[in-house]
């Protein structure tokens, strides 16, 4: 082989070869590391990526999902053009339409429901990416619905909502300032968040001691672990205020640092004494002396963590664990000082980069005062007080209640009906809408229910700012052109903007404009930032304390008991301290004696949205269950056995996987399977009262054997 | 110089990162009947919370003293003297899977054309001063290419320390 063969087969970059490198970013699990992708580039296409060196979050390296960023996206079945339909809805019978086609139909289309129903009657949706909600959020209010839908429904969002409730604010962990324990709780690192996952190794290299907790036996148990412990699922409450009882019985909280920055010491203390070892021991499975052991590495350690997860927050009892847990660092005074808890005040898109942005007062400042009250007002009004979002879990239950308004139309970017419980109901539901709009990269099963479908395109094929941990702040430029006649979604949204004539120059002008809007007080020119290709620096000094003003909670400390739930307390039950309840979808019964844990991160996948990409598929081609070698045995099922996952909703059938990630009496499943869609036999009314999050990860099962079908 | 593929097995955790880069490196599409040049694995002992559970990630070897090139009729497969890698021309591979018979890792696959295929260490890469595409992407670092005397040195130390061990119990 001569020496440019073997150059270009070898995909050496350089002028003999003719490959390029350009600088994006992966856009597929946003919005936390979004790692800089090194794009090998010839004829402009991309032949090859890598991670960028040096970058603020991957530091060159990707994930297993980032690797594959190539077959994702040259996926054979990406939109190519506007789509408009012509066969029934779901039988996915489409013909060609131009973009100004496209766009003089959805604003008809609109505008007729806006007109006949008002402007609420329209549900703005949005999926993953999460890179275009600002904009998104924005044209909802411009258009005058309050009525704007995310997927984080379902995801983080209990999370924000425990931390807003108890910190204040969202708080971020310092684990590279070394605490003498980190305990993880549900936390898998590893697997879900690598750059994480790297700094529980690099704190683990340097002396550190890693508690995990969770029910599964996970990469980050079995790899980085001093102590773990394995409750039953859904029983972390329980073990959260046993552990902060034996805490204060042993004299290990922090009563100076309470006295100055807590509130609601003496109802948490007197809800907390209710909890006993014995019963702890009964119900989480955790033996005795494990529960002690924890208790005396978070009471007695100078300076502790106690991360959560957001796992913990997708049960029905999920906000209140939620709150249970990160009590714990407020008890033992482990807040604001190196190797414990610090704010993360918000940048954009969910980045803490420690810079101030706009982003917040553009994506809400439109929104609609005087229209009528959001999909789930009613029912979650803790979660309509505390974001500019409409609850998506009541929504399903919402378009058909008499009491409300209809809804008409919709109005979708990237959205997945499998993370809906009992996910037909929403095509049920595009079925009768009078507009459904769905734009995506490619064509999902909620696409094939639209009338007019939209071709959008990924990170490669646009220029996006992000900004990242560390103040720094980058300015993409597309690597490839966009393929077929797709668009990135920004300019989807401005484009229906103008189609619509709304009142709103600023979203009409579209995203370069709105994007020196938003960061307008960072010192740094935004089109030398796009011009440098790679992140930049932004100097923002040390940030504001956390103590120096009142925190943002009604009575400006961390409350242990939350007044702001204290206001739904009488009407409906909610409970202002984090006391733990059942979190099962139905009580006990012989017809279901095992538990479901659904929801987990797979290293291939995120959702559904990989599962077509067939590198990654590959890696673990059936949806597998796992399923603890001794419920195996008890129920004859064999390594590879097909099996049948039983809820009382109904059956999916998947292979069975043998193996100890799942304790005895459980079995681990994951979701976003077309073919095996767990979330379709979740009952859709298994919510969290506090937040509406889906009990995805505490359901009544059984397991069966599957029928051989010939 | 001459280098090692070193997985670190505290540090792997299976996730398939190194496979996928390596198909993207090398154009591999097993679905069109490409043969993969990595693989990743999980291995469980036990049923208990503590057993250990290994994971792992394999391809060629680029052993030392290959037996896949005595293996090989046609003469396709040789060390390269720069690099130490075991490379391969396969014009003249007539498909026997003689290779791969040798082989204790069954590293060497067979493509679409019948002829034998395999890991060539990413050579154009590392003879650029690049680290080959499933050292480059793997996540926690736990996958690297030494060269022989650094392979060594760490040996040696691992001995050291064991020994050391050893006699303080």
């Known amino acids: 082989m001569n020496d440019l063969r073997a150059m270009t087969k070898g995909k050496l970059p350089g002028s003999e070869t003719g490959i390029e490198i350009r600088h994006t970013i992966c856009d ?38 980032g690797a594959a960023n190539r077959q994702y996206i040259y996926r054979p079945d990406r939109i190519r053009t506007p789509l408009r339909r012509v066969g029934k809805r779901g039988e996915g019978r489409f013909e060609p339409i131009s973009w100004e086609t496209a766009m003089e139909e959805i604003a008809r289309g609109l505008n007729r429901v806006k007109e006949t129903y008002g402007p609420e009657s329209v549900a703005f949706m949005t999926g993953y990416p999460k890179w275009y909600r600002p904009w998104l959020q924005r044209l909802a209010f411009s258009f005058g619905s309050p009525n704007y839908f995310t997927e984080s429904s379902t995801c983080h969002k209990s999370e924000t909502m425990s931390w807003r409730l108890t910190y204040g604010c969202e708080m971020r962990q310092d684990i590279l300032g070394m605490p003498e324990v980190l305990v993880g709780w549900g936390c898998n690192p590893l697997v879900s968040a690598y750059p994480m996952g790297r700094s529980y190794y690099q704190y683990k290299e340097q002396g550190g001691k890693v508690v995990i907790i969770d029910p599964r036996r996970t990469p980050t148990a079995t790899q980085c672990t001093d102590l773990f412990i394995r409750p039953r699922t859904g029983t972390d409450g329980y073990l959260a205020n046993t552990v902060a009882r034996l805490i204060i019985e042993n004299g290990w909280a922090d009563m100076e640092f309470i006295q100055a920055h807590v509130h609601g010491f003496p109802a948490y203390r007197e809800m907390v004494m209710g909890y006993t070892v014995e019963k702890a021991v009964e119900i989480t499975g955790v033996p005795e002396e494990e529960i002690r052991e924890l208790a005396r590495l978070i009471g007695t350690a100078k300076k502790a963590i106690v991360q959560p997860s957001n796992g913990l927050s997708h049960h029905k009892n999920g906000l209140s664990t939620h709150r249970a847990v990160i ?43 005087k229209a009528r009250p959001r999909v789930g007002a009613g029912r979650f009004p803790l979660w309509c007080e505390m974001f500019y979002e409409a609850q998506a879990m009541d929504l399903l239950r919402f378009w058909k209640a008499e009491e409300s308004y209809p809804i008409r139309a919709m109005y979708a970017h990237g ?61 993409t430029s597309p690597a490839i052109a966009p393929l077929y006649e797709s668009r990135d979604d920004v300019a989807i949204i401005t484009m229906t903007a103008n189609a619509l004539g709304l009142d709103d120059p600023l979203l ?114 059936e949806p597998a269950a796992d399923i603890h070698p001794e419920d195996a045995r008890r129920l004859g099922i064999a390594q590879g056995d097909e099996i049948c996952l039983v809820t009382r909703l109904g059956r999916i059938r998947v292979k069975a996987n043998l193996s100890a990630i799942s304790a005895p009496g459980e079995v681990n499943f994951y979701h976003g399977y077309r073919e095996a869609n767990v979330n379709e036999i979740i009952p859709k009314e298994h919510l969290d009262p506090y937040s509406g999050f889906p009990g995805y990860k505490q359901l009544r099962c059984r397991v069966e054997k599957a029928e051989v079908t010939m | 110089m001459s280098y090692i593929f070193v997985l670190d097995t505290k540090r792997c955790i299976g996730c398939g990162a190194c496979a996928v880069a390596c198909m993207d490196q090398n154009d591999l599409e097993p679905r069109q009947g490409d043969p993969v040049f990595r693989r990743c694995f999980t291995v469980e002992k036990g049923e208990n919370k503590y057993d250990p559970v290994t994971y792992m990630s394999m ?67 590392v003879r650029q001063g690049l680290q080959p595409a499933c050292v480059k992407v793997c996540p926690y670092q736990a996958l690297s290419l030494v060269s022989q005397e650094e392979f060594e040195q760490r040996n040696r130390e691992k001995k050291a320390r064991l020994l050391a061990y050893t006699a303080l119990i």
């Open chain 1, 28 to 65: 597929i699990c946003t919005p936390g590391p979004q790692c800089g992708i090194d794009a090998y580039v010839k004829d402009g296409v991309v032949i090859k990526v890598e991670g960028t060196p040096g970058f603020p979050t991957n530091q060159g390296a990707l994930c297993t999902k």
């Open chain 1, 327 to 369: 009590c714990l660092n407020a008890l033992t005074g482990n807040v604001n000082k190196p190797g414990t808890l610090f704010p993360a005040w918000d940048t954009a898109a969910d980045m803490s980069a420690g810079f101030r942005t706009y982003e917040g007062e553009f994506a809400t400042e439109r929104f609609p005062q």
């Open chain 1, 415 to 475: 959205v997945n009906h499998r993370m809906y419980p009992e996910s037909s109901g929403l095509l049920e539901m595009a079925g009768e809408m009078e507009l459904v709009v769905a734009a995506d990269l490619f064509m999902t099963d909620f696409c094939r229910h639209a009338d007019i479908v939209l071709p959008a395109c990924s990170s490669f094929e646009r220029g996006e700012v992000k900004s990242y941990p560390g103040g720094y702040i980058n300015y």
């Open chain 1, 508 to 621: 009409r002008a579209g995203y370069d404009i709105s994007v020196k809007h938003i960061y307008r007080d960072v010192p740094l020119d935004l089109d030398e930032v796009k011009a440098a290709g790679l992140p930049s620096k932004v100097e923002c000094g040390a940030g504001r304390d956390y103590f120096a003003a009142p925190l943002n909670t009604p009575t400006g400390k961390i409350e242990l008991y939350s007044e702001r739930i204290a206001k739904y307390e009488a009407d409906y039950g909610l409970d202002p301290l984090p006391v733990f309840s059942d979190g099962f979808d139905c009580p006990p019964t012989a017809e279901f004696p095992m538990s479901l844990i659904t929801g987990g991160r797979l290293t291939n996948a995120v959702h559904s949205r990989l599962h077509d990409v067939p590198w990654l598929r590959d890696l673990r081609p």
């Open chain 2, 59 to 125: 391809s060629c070897m680029h052993c030392k003293d290959a037996p896949c090139i005595q293996g090989c009729p046609s003469g396709c497969l040789k060390k390269d003297p720069e690099t130490g890698f075991t490379v391969y021309d396969n014009t003249n591979c007539i498909g026997c899977h003689s290779c791969a018979m040798a082989c204790p890792f069954a590293a060497p696959g067979f493509g679409r054309e019948g002829k034998m295929v395999k890991c060539d260490g990413c050579i154009e890469r």
